[in-house]
T-cell receptor, first 111, second 120 residues
Framework: QKEVEQNSGPLSVPEGAIASLNCTYS??????FFWYRQYSGKSPELIMF????GDKEDGRFTAQLNKASQYVSLLIRDSQPSDSATYLC???????????FGTGTLLAVQP | GAVVSQHPSWVICKSGTSVKIECRSL??????MFWYRQFPKQSLMLMAT?????????EQGVEKDKFLINHASLTLSTLTVTSAHPEDSSFYIC????????????????FGPGTRLTVL
């Protein structure tokens, strides 16, 4: 079982819709959870982090964490073509004490 | 704040030569820096963790004699790919952790822009 799993996609949504990105992790001791956006040929940029169960909102982005289910998600409201990128889920803490990345989900927002 | 730079942004070299990549934290002190490698359509794979003033800790399967890491100051870490071969061609990304971040559970890492290495 991979430590951090994401659906590779592509996830295609029309402009203006809500994009829902999901991530599961295996280490129950994980403490912090991050969503990064990576455009092709560029390095990752942090969108949000969350470390408490529940929802955290920042503009059009909402991160959701459920530690009991070992599940973290990212919702993007009013999706724009500029949101088209690969979204990386990263998990920190637990046994490894390192930031572990998922393989990423490619999001394509159709104009 | 929290800007990390890398130099060069891209490099092309001949097989057998060595290449040095610099990673700098521009506006904060980073006692810990990380080196990642990313192949096309794959995720970031941690190569090594670099601590200022001490030897780097390499991940399993990463050759420490091939990928030399030096972290001589709180703002600079270097990765040298020795005797590079075409299979070393990849996107190398460094990141740094802000030692003043505070909250223990929060481990945000700030990423550099990456260096694309092509070995001919």
């Amino acid at each position: 079982q991979k430590e951090v799993e994401q659906n590779s996609g592509p996830l295609s949504v029309p402009e203006g819709a809500i994009a829902s990105l999901n991530c599961t992790y295996s280490d129950r001791g994980s403490q912090s959870f991050f969503w990064y956006r990576q455009y092709s040929g560029k390095s990752p940029e942090l969108i949000m982090f969350i470390y408490s169960n529940g929802d955290k909102e920042d503009g059009r982005f909402t991160a959701q964490l459920n530690k009991a289910s070992q599940y973290v998600s990212l919702l993007i409201r009013d999706s724009q073509p500029s949101d088209s990128a690969t979204y990386l889920c990263a998990v920190y803490g637990g046994a490894t004490n390192k930031l572990i990345f998922g393989t990423g989900t490619l999001l394509a927002v159709q104009p | 704040g929290a800007v990390v730079s890398q130099h060069p942004s891209w490099v092309i070299c001949k097989s057998g030569t060595s290449v040095k990549i610099e990673c700098r934290s521009l506006d904060f002190q980073a006692t810990t820096m990380f080196w990642y490698r990313q192949f096309p359509k794959q995720s970031l794979m941690l190569m090594a963790t670099s601590n200022e003033g001490s030897k780097a800790t390499y991940e399993q399967g990463v050759e420490k004699d091939k990928f030399l890491i030096n972290h001589a100051s709180l703002t600079l870490s270097t990765l040298t790919v020795t005797s590079a071969h075409p299979e070393d061609s990849s996107f190398y990304i460094c990141s740094a952790r802000n030692t003043l971040a505070g909250f223990q559970a929060f481990r945000e890492q700030f990423f550099g822009p990456g260096t694309r290495l092509t070995v001919l």
